[in-house]
């Protein structure tokens, strides 16, 4: 990556922060200070040619919030989670009405996944694999991802998997 994009994505970065939604300010009131477990979560941070809403690098998690624009950029964000993934980090994500409706709930999932040593040795501080599914959204609904817009029917009941 050359020096100007990666100027760029700092720039652009300490835009973001300084324009952070609702959703992320509720969080990140939770997640910095290392006030989760100890663990030293970042804001806005540029990874590669991307930029996380939140990571905590030692255990390679990445937290996205994801507002309405997210429903139309399915494919873009399955693309930066894949390589995510392929640099050994593990993205969950959340949409922002649910950090309004249960932040207790996302940060007991946040917490689970930095406490959960990971059986792949090669995703260090990753908890277990899930069904992709409900990577980040809170298993106990039901039917899958109620009220998010076009995802009404249970995925479990040949719904389309990668509506992630």
Known sequence: MGVTMKNNLTDFARELRKGS??????????LSRRQLE???????QPI??????????????????????????KDEDKKRD???EQQGFEVLRFWDNEVFENLEGILE???????TPSPDPSHQGRGEERDPCHQGRGEERDP?????GDRGKSCHQGGDVDKV
Do not use: M
């Open 109 to 115: 999932l946040i917490r689970s996944r930095l406490l």
């Open 144 to 148: 899958c991802h109620q009220g998010r």
């Open 48 to 73: 590669g040619r991307y930029i996380v809403d939140f990571v905590d690098f030692e255990t390679k998690l990445i937290i996205e919030l994801d507002g309405g624009q997210h429903s139309t950029q």
């Open 82 to 84: 894949k390589w995510f």
């Open 21 to 30: 939604t609702e959703a992320e300010k509720l969080l990140w009131r939770r």
């Open 38 to 44: 100890g663990f030293k979560f970042r804001r806005q």
